[in-house]
């Protein structure tokens, strides 16, 4: 068997990648692995295993369709990871992300078809619902996003099952809530704190820091992502992982105490535009169909993530030129 992982190259696309080369999903060990990746500034060959005779790595953009068409003959099933993510971005250069993350989409898609890929699952988020006050969205809530990010990732949704009741095509969607874990670049949240704290600057938060988010363990996300692929109904949206809601405050407070550091670190910023103030997914659907359960508790997991940022500074100091003047996601 033969996967292809857009992204490949990313914070959850590369834990993807290595978790399936390591024979950790049924089903599909010893698969063979391409990845395709961009390599634009979030994406880096240092979070693969580059050695591994099983991985085949090409630089390449999804919106390359001669490109695509040339690479898909071979492989059983994609994996489509790549997109523009990182919410701030998308404010000041909203062009970039609808290029990757709609045209891109389509144009794989449309690849995938003409090429006959048996199996196809898009890896989507919760920002494409908007904010929620109370309770959870189930799949089928209607979509109402805030972002440049989160409308061009809903965009690509639409495209998606748009080729799947159009032409049959074979696809499945999983949408998750804020990820967190090693090899994350430093300018979402939990890395962002951690790097500047462990760095002695201070760590700018939003507004009234009420903001809340759920927080899945990347790890837990991409089990449940190889769940999908493999038994998730085609055609079919998939709530992967509900982790633990937490405001920023609150998680901002467990960032300090990890990293040692005081109130004193934490400088107020003026808000993000359009800020959704709650997400809340509920993924009652994995578990009750694939038996997807979330397996790290949040504490550990984030106690092994600040472990991880302290002990591989060589791996995210160079990176951090690129983040004058940002900001938590």
């Not at 090693?182 to 890395?191: L, V």
């Not at 790890?219 to 449940?224: P, Q, T, V």
């Not at 991880?308 to 990176?319: D, G, I, K, Q, S």
Request: charged share 25%.
């Amino acid at each position: 068997m033969r996967i292809l992982v857009t992204g490949g190259a990313g914070f959850i696309g590369s834990h993807y990648v290595r978790c399936l080369l390591e024979g950790r999903y049924p089903g599909y060990e010893g698969a063979d692995v391409t990845v395709l990746d961009k390599l634009t500034y979030a994406g880096s060959r240092s979070t693969l295993p580059m050695d591994d005779p099983r991985l085949t790595f090409v630089r390449g953009d999804i919106c390359d369709r001669g490109l695509l068409m040339d690479l898909l003959p071979g492989h059983d099933a994609v994996v489509h990871f790549a997109a523009e993510s990182h919410v701030d971005r998308s404010i000041t250069d909203p062009e970039v992300f609808v290029r990757t993350n709609v045209l891109g989409t389509q144009t794989l898609m449309d690849c995938c078809l003409h090429r006959g890929i048996e199996r196809i699952l898009h890896v989507s988020t919760d920002e494409v619902y908007g904010s929620i006050d109370q309770g959870t969205w189930a799949e089928d809530a209607p979509l109402s996003p805030s972002s440049q990010y989160s409308a061009s990732k809903a965009a690509s949704d639409l495209v998606v099952l748009a080729y799947h009741r159009t032409h049959g095509l074979p696809v499945c969607i999983t949408r998750c809530s804020n990820n967190y874990g090693p090899y994350q670049f430093p300018e979402k949240i939990i890395p962002l704190f951690v790097t500047n704290l462990l760095s002695g600057t201070g760590v700018p938060l939003y507004g009234d820091g009420l903001v809340s988010r759920q927080w899945v363990h990347v790890d837990d996300h991409c089990r449940g992502l190889s769940l999908v692929l493999s038994k998730g109904r085609v055609g079919e949206v998939y709530h992967v992982g509900e982790g633990v809601e937490l405001t920023n405050v609150a998680l901002t407070e467990r960032l300090l105490d990890l990293c040692g550091a005081g109130w004193e670190r934490v400088r107020r910023v003026a808000d993000r535009k359009g800020h959704d103030r709650r997400y809340s997914l509920d993924s009652r659907k994995a578990r009750t169909e694939l038996g997807h359960e979330d397996r790290i508790p949040f504490d550990e997991g984030l106690a092994e993530t600040v472990r991880w940022y302290r002990e591989n500074r060589a791996w995210w100091e160079p990176l951090r030129p690129d983040l004058a003047g940002a900001v938590s996601a």
